[in-house]
């Protein structure tokens, strides 16, 4: 079973910039990609990034896209580069892992990743 575990979260004010990383250990070699979702207080959970396991290909949402960035720079570590944070993106960010080989097309369901991590939390104060 793969664990996954989130660090970086915290609190920034609005305009503000947070890294995110998420270490995979144990049986890793079953990823084929890894993503981030997050949950805002009274919403559900929505698909924020994601990046196949070779790092070559990404996907984001519309509402971060231009402000966040997803990499893959070590083996088992993959982060996320929030800038420009606003207060619309308070939410527990959580880290997910997919392993289903999709010959490089990247998922954005809840239901199509397996793995998840506990989550972290980020605040952004207007």
């Known amino acids: 079973q793969v664990t996954l575990e989130e660090s970086g979260g915290g609190l920034v004010q609005a305009g503000g910039s947070l890294r995110l990383s998420c270490a995979a250990s144990?049986?890793?070699?079953?990823?084929?990609?890894m993503g981030w979702f997050r949950r805002a207080p009274g919403k559900e959970r929505e698909f924020v990034a994601a990046i196949t396991w070779g790092g070559d290909v990404t996907h984001y949402a519309d509402s971060v896209k231009g402000r966040f960035t997803i990499s893959r720079e070590n083996k088992d570590t993959i982060y996320l580069h929030m800038t420009n944070l606003k207060p619309e993106d308070t939410a527990v960010y959580y880290c997910t892992g997919d392993r289903s080989y999709r010959g490089g097309f990247l998922v954005d369901e809840v239901s199509d990743y397996d793995y998840w991590g506990l989550g972290t939390q980020v605040t952004v104060s207007s």
């Open positions: 144990k049986h890793s070699f079953t990823i084929h990609a």
